[in-house]
Every structure is written in structure tokens, then in C-alpha cells.
């Protein structure tokens, strides 16, 4: 297997097109890994323009293999530290008409840069650059045509050049006012209809600080990519090798094991709902988390009530719009890609799902979806990850609450409503208000000193200097402002959000987090055995985002892998096995980044897990939150399982 590579040098504006051929490389994180390591990024601070930012696509891309156009993107995480794989759907079904596999932009251009690549049908690559001073690009940011933040930078990008971008069926991706504020910041890029105007339908590769690496450390704020090339091997738009796989191992021709695997995504006739967001609530009922976490000191009965109040003013009102009571309709569409699936449910006018949704919602106090929807809308335009967005919103409220924060250190004038009995439509309304001006205040150039601290700095090493700040309001409280915080530690200041799921497993010492490369369902069992699902997940969904896939597909694409990799490309691989090397890569580069996992810092962190065994009976366990030091040991044995399990393979 080969890699086309585009290198781009933001401080010289200068490219070079190189060809990679490397028989132990199979996919765009493969590829990502190797030009981190190749370049040393470890030994970089992550916001320097040393530190390469790379966006690619897997090898299925540009056929017939539907779910296979993810935009995947490889970087040295400013949160985490250590090195970050986040995706973007949809939009590699622009990017590989480019021609290209992968560009890889390091160096840092004076002004903001707009980077255009477009591909040639005989694969000759068009590379351009131009530029807009910072007074432009806040004036876009605060208004063009009626828009702000991400969705007005894209407007002008493609007002620019938008017979350019419908001739090529192009995209653009670009970040928002947040990537030069934050340090947790997302890659956004909007569907386009065939006249190039914006949709509702956003994606985004947010996960981990990408868009602050994009912006920050090389002053890059738009790429338009697409172009006219087409893929050469004809395998890839072979239907009848894809029905040979998914009989071979489903029984099924192609199309129907596809259906049947993403009904979920789309719409699952049994329970009249569909996505992420449909789905989930029901689901899981009182084992989601609510009120910043604060749901592991609640009785049962109370976090009924409160899934109640999240079923009758959160849930029921998308349901009602977005399936008309029980049906698939249009509100359900896809991410850029003729995808059955539909996945993108529209509520609105905002795309919803579970964990933006959920984060600038029941973990913030806000229960009036209407509300939550308006917010999501204000994260994706200011550019930010929306699930750190929602741990940010939560914890400041939290700490607010506790008092160890007054509204005025964060630039509010009254107090968020957290008491989980008060919760309903009142106390999400100041709640939402509070929510908006905080995230406004959290990218102002006129913010305070507190919030300064947490944009620059993120929140685990914010939450340390801010132990000290305020060291008087720490001793009267007897709290850290660690402890209200939910995170995984990753050396010394490099740290994880979890995804809103009650689970040991999107805290354990892995040593990728932040996304779904591990166990999360809500359950607790001893540390060896989740330390071997874990990694046995991380290891799958690894392969997945290798192979370009979208992730609501892995549920046919992983037991077909081995097949598409042998039928398609005429490569015999054995893919688990090379999932686990590639992981133990990963491992290895984040220990030369000293940033690999650390032991729980954050009292809430470890009752959350800790309530968790008491709340699903493990023997042996149930009285963990009273003993830290049976926290520790089920670190510790997690963290040595794993080891020895990477240790073993060579």
C-alpha cells in the first residue's frame, strides 16, 4: 500500500508532494503515527508549529463502501499531551477527490491562513494560499451575511470561491473564534448542497484540541479540498466483491447487513426513535449522568425523577419533531456522504446529538431541549468540542454551588440552579442564560482572570493554579477544585474529559481516552478482566478509524475488515493483531511524551466509579467510596494488566 502526502510549510506557504511506501502501514492512523514519530513531535510543546497537524482518509475511500469517509485526524493533543486521533464524517467524500491521502501542515504563518487544495483527474495537485488579517477574521467571526464563528468563516470561504467549490464537489474546514482561546477546540466543516450553500449539518473532528493546534500553532483557519480525481482501483466500486464479503460472513448481501447493523443510527422500528440521542435516554435511563456528576451521591429514586424530567422536556419534544411521534422522516439526514444511515438528526434547525446535546444540557442543569439546542448551535460556531464544552459549563457550576467560585470570577451575575430537586423548565431557563454567557465569556478578549486561566491552560492544570488562587476558599470548603472535576490525568498536566457515560471505562488508565477506545458500557467488574475488554475495544475501534470508517458502521465493518482488506485491496492482513501493535505504538509515543496515565487526582472522580460498584452489587467493591485506597488498587491492577497484555505483543 502506498500514501500520496501533501506537506505544507504555514510559515514558508511553500508544499511538497511525497509518495510513502511502507508495508507495515495500513491506514490513515498508521500513517498519522508514523510522521509524528518520524518528526519527533514528542519532544514538542503541542501549540508549536513543530507539532504536525495531519488530516487524511483511510484506503476505502472513493467507492462503493459506504461509512468509509471519515476525515481523520492525527496530532499531538494540547489536553492530553500526548498524541490524539479525532474524526470529521463525511467529508472525506470531498477529500479524496483531491488525489491526496493525507496532508501534514507543520511551520506557523504570520497572518491567518487559508489553505485551497483541489485534484486533478490525472492527479496533478492544485496547492494555493491566501490570507486575512486578525481584525478580518474577528469581524467575519462576529458577523458576515447574517452569520457568526464557524458557519460565517465557511460562508466567506465559499463566497470566495464558490464556483470553484461546486465544480469540485469541494468542502471546507475551519475553525472557530475558540481555537485561539482554548485549548480545546475542534476542526468543523459543514455539508454544502450542490450550489454551495451551508446546510444544517455540521461535522467535526473536536475531540482532544485539534482546531487549537490548527489555529494556534500554525495560524491556519480554513482548507478547502476536493477536485475531480478518481480513485484507480476498481475494486473499490465493485459491488459485487462487498455482497461476496457480507455473505461470506453475514449471510446477507451488502446493502441488507448494512441496514441491519446501523439501525440504531437511523431508525429502529421497535422503539420508534433513532441516533445517538434517540436512543440513549431510553436506554440507559437513571445511569446517565446528570448535574456535573453529582448523580453518583443521589438515590436511585431521585435519578428517576430526574430521567423523568429529562424524558418529558429533553427527550419527548426532539421525538415528537424529529420522528413525528414515531417515524423516520427528512429530519433525519447524513454527513456529506450518500449514507443510508442518516444519522444527523435535525431539531431546530441544529443538528442533535447525544453528547453535545447532553453537555450543554442535563450535565449543565438544562432540561428544555429547545434550550440545550440553541447552545449546541453557539458551541459549534465558536468552534469548540462540545463535550469539553459541557464539562466546563458543569464544573464552573458546580464549583459556583460549592462555593469556590462567586458568579462575578467567572463574569456572571447570579448563581446556576444545581439543587437536583429544583430541576424543570424555571431552572433550566437560568441555567441556558448563564450556560451562553458563560461560553461567551470564556473566548472574550475581555474575560477574567479565572476563565484566562482555563482557556490557556485547560482544566486539570487550570483547576491546580486555581487551588492556589483561591487557597482560602479551598481550606473553608475542605474541596479542591480537582475534586468537582471529572478527568483521567495524563502525566504531568496532560488530562481527559470523559464521554457523558457512567463508566469505569472512560476513566481507566488507557492510554488513549476522550473517545470510544474502550468498554463504556455502565458496568463494574475486577480491574484484569475490564483492563482485557478495554483494550480489546480500543484495539477495534482503532482499526475502525484506521480503515476511515465511520464508527456507527463498525457494528458490519469490523468482522468484514480482514475481507475488504484482502478482496479490495489485495493486502492479507491480520488485522487484530496489527491493531494491537499500532496501539502498543501509540503507548510507546505517548511515554516519550511523558504523558501517559497517571492515578486518579479528583475526589469525584473515583466515586463516581466507586458508586458505580456499590450500584451494581461487585462483590468486594460496593464499599469503595468510603476506602480511596481500594481505588487505587483497582488503578494500579487495571494499568499492570494492561502492560503486560501490550507487552506481549511483538
Given at each position: 500500500?502506498?500514501?500520496?502526502?501533501?506537506?505544507?510549510?504555514?510559515?514558508?506557504?511553500?508544499?511538497?508532494?511525497?509518495?510513502?511506501?511502507?508495508?507495515?502501514?495500513?491506514?490513515?492512523?498508521?500513517?498519522?503515527?508514523?510522521?509524528?514519530?518520524?518528526?519527533?513531535?514528542?519532544?514538542?510543546?503541542?501549540?508549536?508549529?513543530?507539532?504536525?497537524?495531519?488530516?487524511?482518509?483511510?484506503?476505502?475511500?472513493?467507492?462503493?463502501?459506504?461509512?468509509?469517509?471519515?476525515?481523520?485526524?492525527?496530532?499531538?493533543?494540547?489536553?492530553?499531551?500526548?498524541?490524539?486521533?479525532?474524526?470529521?464524517?463525511?467529508?472525506?467524500?470531498?477529500?479524496?477527490?483531491?488525489?491526496?491521502?493525507?496532508?501534514?501542515?507543520?511551520?506557523?504563518?504570520?497572518?491567518?491562513?487559508?489553505?485551497?487544495v483541489i485534484g486533478g483527474s490525472n492527479g496533478e495537485v492544485s496547492v494555493d494560499f491566501s490570507d486575512i488579517s486578525f481584525d478580518e477574521l474577528n469581524r467575519i467571526y462576529s458577523n458576515y451575511s447574517g452569520l457568526?464563528?464557524?458557519?460565517?468563516?465557511?460562508?466567506?470561504?465559499?463566497?470566495?470561491?464558490?464556483?470553484?467549490?461546486?465544480?469540485n464537489h469541494a468542502r471546507v474546514a475551519v475553525v472557530g473564534p475558540g481555537a485561539y482561546k482554548t485549548l480545546f477546540a475542534g476542526i468543523f466543516s459543514y455539508v454544502l448542497d450542490d450550489k454551495g450553500n451551508l446546510t444544517e449539518v455540521s461535522d467535526s473532528a473536536s475531540r482532544g484540541g485539534g482546531g487549537s493546534v490548527m489555529a494556534q500553532a500554525h495560524n491556519v483557519v480554513a482548507i478547502t479540498f476536493g477536485g475531480t480525481y478518481k480513485r484507480p482501483n476498481p475494486n473499490l466500486s465493485n459491488v459485487q466483491i462487498l455482497n461476496k464479503i457480507t455473505q461470506e460472513v453475514y449471510k446477507k448481501p451488502f446493502s441488507q447487513a448494512l441496514l441491519d447493523k446501523t439501525t440504531k443510527y437511523r431508525f429502529d422500528p421497535a422503539s420508534k426513535t433513532g441516533g445517538t440521542f434517540g436512543e440513549n435516554y431510553p436506554h440507559y435511563k437513571e445511569l446517565v449522568p446528570v448535574l456535573n456528576y453529582n448523580h453518583v451521591y443521589l438515590s436511585r429514586g431521585l435519578r428517576l425523577e430526574l430521567h423523568g424530567k429529562i424524558m418529558d422536556y429533553f427527550w419527548r419534544p426532539f421525538q415528537d419533531e424529529v420522528f413525528d411521534g414515531g417515524k423516520l422522516t427528512p429530519a433525519s439526514k447524513n454527513c456529506g456522504e450518500p449514507c443510508p444511515v442518516v444519522c444527523k438528526k435535525i431539531f431546530n434547525k441544529v443538528k442533535i446529538d447525544y453528547e453535545p446535546a447532553h453537555g450543554v444540557g442535563p450535565i449543565s442543569g438544562i432540561f428544555d431541549i429547545k434550550k440545550s439546542a440553541e447552545l449546541v448551535d453557539l458551541v459549534d460556531n465558536l468552534g469548540l468540542d462540545a463535550i469539553e464544552a459541557g464539562h466546563f459549563v458543569g464544573w464552573i457550576f458546580d464549583l459556583i454551588d460549592k462555593g469556590l467560585l462567586n458568579p462575578e470570577d467567572v463574569g456572571l451575575d447570579k448563581r446556576p440552579v444545581m439543587d437536583p430537586k429544583l430541576q424543570g423548565l424555571e431552572a433550566s431557563k437560568v441555567n441556558a442564560e448563564l450556560a451562553r454567557?458563560?461560553?461567551?465569556?470564556?473566548?472574550?478578549?475581555?474575560?477574567?482572570?479565572?476563565?484566562?486561566?482555563v482557556g490557556s491552560m485547560g482544566l486539570r492544570a487550570a483547576a491546580k493554579e486555581l487551588d492556589n488562587l483561591y487557597s482560602d476558599r479551598v481550606a473553608k470548603s475542605g474541596v479542591k477544585f480537582e475534586d468537582l472535576l471529572v478527568y483521567a490525568?495524563?502525566?504531568?498536566?496532560?488530562?481527559?474529559?470523559?464521554?457523558?457515560?457512567?463508566?469505569?471505562?472512560?476513566?481507566?488508565?488507557?492510554?488513549?481516552?476522550?473517545?470510544?477506545?474502550?468498554?463504556?458500557?455502565?458496568?463494574?467488574?475486577?480491574?484484569?478482566?475490564?483492563?482485557?475488554?478495554?483494550?480489546?475495544?480500543?484495539?477495534?475501534e482503532l482499526l475502525i478509524a484506521n480503515a476511515g470508517f465511520c464508527r456507527f458502521h463498525r457494528g458490519w465493518a469490523e468482522e468484514a475488515l480482514a475481507g475488504l482488506y484482502k478482496e479490495m485491496l489485495g493486502v492479507d492482513l491480520d488485522v487484530y493483531k496489527h491493531g494491537l501493535l499500532t496501539y502498543k505504538r501509540i503507548?510507546?509515543?505517548?511515554?516519550?511524551?511523558?504523558?501517559?496515565?497517571?492515578p486518579w487526582e479528583s475526589r469525584k472522580v473515583m466515586d463516581a466509579i466507586a458508586s458505580l460498584a456499590a450500584e451494581t452489587g461487585v462483590h468486594g467493591w460496593e464499599d469503595s467510596m468510603y476506602h480511596t485506597e481500594k481505588m487505587a488498587e483497582w488503578w494500579n491492577r487495571f494499568y499492570k494488566k494492561l502492560q503486560e497484555e501490550l507487552n506481549k505483543v511483538s
Amino acid at each position: 500500500m502506498g500514501f500520496k502526502v501533501l506537506y505544507v510549510d504555514a510559515t514558508k506557504r511553500s508544499y511538497k508532494i511525497e509518495s510513502i511506501n511502507d508495508p507495515e502501514l495500513f491506514g490513515i492512523v498508521d500513517l498519522g503515527l508514523q510522521i509524528h514519530l518520524d518528526m519527533k513531535s514528542y519532544n514538542v510543546d503541542p501549540l508549536d508549529p513543530a507539532n504536525p497537524l495531519v488530516l487524511g482518509i483511510g484506503p476505502f475511500a472513493g467507492g462503493a463502501v459506504v461509512g468509509s469517509h471519515r476525515i481523520v485526524a492525527i496530532f499531538k493533543s494540547p489536553e492530553s499531551r500526548g498524541l490524539h486521533v479525532s474524526e470529521m464524517g463525511g467529508a472525506g467524500y470531498s477529500f479524496f477527490r483531491t488525489g491526496l491521502d493525507a496532508i501534514v501542515i507543520t511551520g506557523r504563518s504570520e497572518r491567518p491562513l487559508l489553505i485551497r487544495v483541489i485534484g486533478g483527474s490525472n492527479g496533478e495537485v492544485s496547492v494555493d494560499f491566501s490570507d486575512i488579517s486578525f481584525d478580518e477574521l474577528n469581524r467575519i467571526y462576529s458577523n458576515y451575511s447574517g452569520l457568526s464563528g464557524t458557519k460565517a468563516l465557511t460562508k466567506y470561504v465559499v463566497d470566495m470561491d464558490r464556483d470553484l467549490i461546486v465544480k469540485n464537489h469541494a468542502r471546507v474546514a475551519v475553525v472557530g473564534p475558540g481555537a485561539y482561546k482554548t485549548l480545546f477546540a475542534g476542526i468543523f466543516s459543514y455539508v454544502l448542497d450542490d450550489k454551495g450553500n451551508l446546510t444544517e449539518v455540521s461535522d467535526s473532528a473536536s475531540r482532544g484540541g485539534g482546531g487549537s493546534v490548527m489555529a494556534q500553532a500554525h495560524n491556519v483557519v480554513a482548507i478547502t479540498f476536493g477536485g475531480t480525481y478518481k480513485r484507480p482501483n476498481p475494486n473499490l466500486s465493485n459491488v459485487q466483491i462487498l455482497n461476496k464479503i457480507t455473505q461470506e460472513v453475514y449471510k446477507k448481501p451488502f446493502s441488507q447487513a448494512l441496514l441491519d447493523k446501523t439501525t440504531k443510527y437511523r431508525f429502529d422500528p421497535a422503539s420508534k426513535t433513532g441516533g445517538t440521542f434517540g436512543e440513549n435516554y431510553p436506554h440507559y435511563k437513571e445511569l446517565v449522568p446528570v448535574l456535573n456528576y453529582n448523580h453518583v451521591y443521589l438515590s436511585r429514586g431521585l435519578r428517576l425523577e430526574l430521567h423523568g424530567k429529562i424524558m418529558d422536556y429533553f427527550w419527548r419534544p426532539f421525538q415528537d419533531e424529529v420522528f413525528d411521534g414515531g417515524k423516520l422522516t427528512p429530519a433525519s439526514k447524513n454527513c456529506g456522504e450518500p449514507c443510508p444511515v442518516v444519522c444527523k438528526k435535525i431539531f431546530n434547525k441544529v443538528k442533535i446529538d447525544y453528547e453535545p446535546a447532553h453537555g450543554v444540557g442535563p450535565i449543565s442543569g438544562i432540561f428544555d431541549i429547545k434550550k440545550s439546542a440553541e447552545l449546541v448551535d453557539l458551541v459549534d460556531n465558536l468552534g469548540l468540542d462540545a463535550i469539553e464544552a459541557g464539562h466546563f459549563v458543569g464544573w464552573i457550576f458546580d464549583l459556583i454551588d460549592k462555593g469556590l467560585l462567586n458568579p462575578e470570577d467567572v463574569g456572571l451575575d447570579k448563581r446556576p440552579v444545581m439543587d437536583p430537586k429544583l430541576q424543570g423548565l424555571e431552572a433550566s431557563k437560568v441555567n441556558a442564560e448563564l450556560a451562553r454567557k458563560l461560553l461567551i465569556n470564556l473566548v472574550s478578549d475581555d474575560t477574567t482572570k479565572v476563565l484566562k486561566i482555563v482557556g490557556s491552560m485547560g482544566l486539570r492544570a487550570a483547576a491546580k493554579e486555581l487551588d492556589n488562587l483561591y487557597s482560602d476558599r479551598v481550606a473553608k470548603s475542605g474541596v479542591k477544585f480537582e475534586d468537582l472535576l471529572v478527568y483521567a490525568a495524563f502525566g504531568k498536566s496532560g488530562y481527559f474529559t470523559p464521554n457523558f457515560y457512567w463508566s469505569p471505562g472512560v476513566l481507566a488508565p488507557l492510554f488513549v481516552l476522550g473517545k470510544y477506545w474502550t468498554d463504556y458500557s455502565p458496568a463494574f467488574r475486577e480491574p484484569e478482566d475490564y483492563a482485557s475488554a478495554a483494550l480489546r475495544r480500543a484495539v477495534m475501534e482503532l482499526l475502525i478509524a484506521n480503515a476511515g470508517f465511520c464508527r456507527f458502521h463498525r457494528g458490519w465493518a469490523e468482522e468484514a475488515l480482514a475481507g475488504l482488506y484482502k478482496e479490495m485491496l489485495g493486502v492479507d492482513l491480520d488485522v487484530y493483531k496489527h491493531g494491537l501493535l499500532t496501539y502498543k505504538r501509540i503507548a510507546e509515543y505517548q511515554a516519550k511524551s511523558e504523558a501517559t496515565p497517571e492515578p486518579w487526582e479528583s475526589r469525584k472522580v473515583m466515586d463516581a466509579i466507586a458508586s458505580l460498584a456499590a450500584e451494581t452489587g461487585v462483590h468486594g467493591w460496593e464499599d469503595s467510596m468510603y476506602h480511596t485506597e481500594k481505588m487505587a488498587e483497582w488503578w494500579n491492577r487495571f494499568y499492570k494488566k494492561l502492560q503486560e497484555e501490550l507487552n506481549k505483543v511483538s
